[in-house]
């Protein structure tokens, strides 16, 4: 089986956060994954607080965007953080939501070549080089880290082709955002290996995961968040590669409207089941089977919103 970890989105209010960190350091999880989002709560103190209560699980800052955090200051987070608890940390760059990045004026339309820079620059500033960059996106005159280097994997988050590719070629590791099938995954996957040429490249994925003995209760905790996520357009490929059939415009509709009657209905239990792992123990336990046959090295557990959750998902493994 795959490694097993955590993640908490930045919504969960502290004590909340406090439990689920609790109880994924007592059932064995390898890592929280910290998401990055504009205007929830930062990931860098966020980071920085479970680590110092935690003895053993490592912390992801997942996924810094170039584009409103330098490569400098990326670099400078994890690095000041793996200083502090040494071999714990791992950083993960990505775009992030295009929704967050329009409301404070950012266009991130074509990001190819700006994370290309970014890794570029954030990979050499952990490594302990004097950078000398004079990009398109971003410019370093040879400075270098007061750290040193630091022994940081660096991961990026990645959807498309392109990205993929790129993560292949220059990155440790990709990260998959949640709500994928199965059989999206391992197409993704492809477009890894191929930029990877024969590297080896760490596969994580986000798996939103719920669990129950009555299965229905098990996917009511889900329906939501993957109605707010499947809406996408840019879900039409994952929800075909599933088998899925899902009307994403009337399920949009109904999201902007914030009908989440009609919204949560939209997402079957035949949805819920071919994009996530939820259901009673044992319909949990062969689906993160699955995700692993698909070639994943961690899955991240993601949309369990409290402790005992958590417990009861790794329980599972």
């Known amino acids: 089986m795959s490694d097993i970890s955590i ?3 930045g919504r969960d209010v502290p004590d909340l956060l406090r439990a689920k960190i609790a109880a994924g350091e007592a059932g064995g999880a390898s890592t929280l994954w910290v998401a990055n989002h504009l205007f929830l709560r930062d990931p860098t103190a966020l980071a920085a607080s479970a680590l110092s209560q935690t003895t ?3 912390v ?3 996924a810094i965007n170039p584009f409103t955090m330098h490569p400098v200051q990326a670099a400078m987070a994890a690095a000041t953080l793996d200083e502090l608890f040494p071999g714990r940390v791992v950083l993960c760059l990505g775009v992030g939501a295009p929704a967050d990045l329009k409301a404070v004026g950012i266009d991130a339309s074509k990001p190819l ?3 290309r820079e970014a890794l570029e620059a954030t990979r050499s500033l952990l490594h302990g080089d004097t950078v000398k960059l004079d990009g398109d996106s971003f410019r370093i005159d040879n400075r270098r880290l007061a750290t040193g ?3 940081v994997p660096l991961v990026l988050a990645a959807s498309g082709p392109q990205m993929l590719e790129l993560a292949g070629a220059a990155a440790d590791g990709v990260l998959i955002s949640a709500g994928t099938s199965v059989q999206f995954v391992e197409r993704t996957l ?3 290996h191929r930029g990877a040429k024969g590297r080896k490249v760490r596969t994580h994925a986000l798996v939103y995961s719920a669990t129950d003995d009555d299965e229905g209760k098990a ?3 889900l329906r939501r968040i993957l109605a707010i996520l499947l809406r996408g357009g840019h879900h039409a490929a994952n929800l075909q590669a599933g088998g899925s059939v899902l009307d994403q415009a009337a399920l949009n509709d109904a999201v902007l409207a914030e009908d989440w009657t009609r919204a949560e209905a939209m997402i079957t239990d035949d949805i819920v089941r071919r994009h996530a792992a939820s259901g009673n123990p044992e319909q949990v336990r062969t689906r993160l089977t699955a995700y692993h046959g698909a070639g994943l090295d961690e899955i991240v557990i993601a949309g369990a919103r409290d402790g005992d959750q ?5 329980a599972t493994t």
């Open 7 to 9: 993640s908490t989105d």
């Open 219 to 221: 996917h009511d905790r």
């Open 56 to 58: 053993r699980l490592r």
């Open 149 to 151: 280097g630091r022994p």
């Open 60 to 62: 992801a800052l997942m």
């Open 190 to 192: 492809e477009h890894l």
């Open 310 to 314: 958590i417990t009861k998902i790794l």
């Open 113 to 115: 070549k700006a994370m």
